[in-house]
């Protein structure tokens, strides 16, 4: 009986011993391999953590500058309307003149007739046809909006039936600025008294309700005279490789 119960005892401290050790050697190994896995997982948790933040802090932080750069486009154009604008109430006294100009960005949608690379279709929220209205691309004349069908058309810079008021050069002399379905445009009207030159720069000059007094129309390629009138051939600053999104001139004054 001593014997059996000596045995059973020694059997169960050896199970036990034995237990404890093999659970130790077990563990060890599978301890470990559940840390690397549980590292593993925290990095990678991090890791997707890190990358979704980052990502829509991104998509929000590219958003928020494209509309500060979109806000900055729009504030310069107006500060040169409102610049000129003030240039002129300045030399007056206790004028009661408003100046409230207006633009709004458009976006191009697709040519308007296959071929013809001057017509392009807009996209243009709350759109008035009742009038012509100017286009711009980073503060350069693009062309005119006009009503067609009821719907927006662009007809840009090189159209021919895309004219607006200009000055030329440092004397501003007038003309009406229009496209020649070619790469230059031309400035006819140009009174003869004026002394202009090769390389004198064109801008808008307001006095058509259409643009902004300033805008950057292109540089004076050469002049000729006929009928008592200067005409100018242009380079225009605007190349038409840009259709995407515009300015539009809904209002001048």
């Known amino acids: 009986m001593n014997k059996k119960l000596l045995g059973f005892f020694t059997l169960l401290f050896l199970l036990f011993w034995g237990t404890m050790n093999l659970e130790n050697t077990v563990q060890k190994p599978l301890n470990q391999l559940l840390n690397a896995l549980k590292n593993s997982y925290a990095d990678t948790l991090d890791l997707i953590t890190d990358t979704i933040d980052e990502h829509f802090f991104q998509a929000d932080r590219i958003k928020k500058l494209k509309q500060a750069l979109a806000d900055c486009k729009e504030n310069t154009l107006l500060l040169k309307q409102y610049k000129h604008q003030l240039k002129s109430l300045s030399e007056l006294s206790d004028s009661n003149l408003s100046i409230d100009p207006r633009i709004k960005l458009v976006r191009a949608v697709s040519y308007a007739k296959f071929g013809d690379m001057n017509k392009v279709w807009l996209e243009v929220h709350d759109y008035n ?125």
Do not use: C
Request: hydrophobic share 40%; aromatic share 12%; net charge positive.
């Open 129 to 253: 046809a009742s009038k012509i209205y100017g286009l711009v691309y980073k503060e350069k004349v693009a062309g005119i909006v006009i009503p067609k069908d009821g719907m927006p058309l662009a007809l840009l810079i090189r159209d021919p039936k895309s004219s607006y008021a200009v000055h030329i050069g440092k004397a501003k002399a007038p003309g009406i600025a229009h496209g020649n379905n070619d790469e230059n445009i031309i400035v006819t009207y140009i009174p003869t008294w004026y002394n202009i030159k090769v390389g004198d720069e064109v801008i808008s000059s307001g006095l058509d309700d259409i643009f902004f007094e300033g805008l950057k129309v292109g540089k004076v390629l050469s002049l000729t005279t006929s009928q008592g009138y200067q005409k100018a051939i242009v380079r225009p600053y605007y190349r038409q490789k840009n259709l995407d999104y515009f300015y539009m001139i809904e209002k001048v004054k």
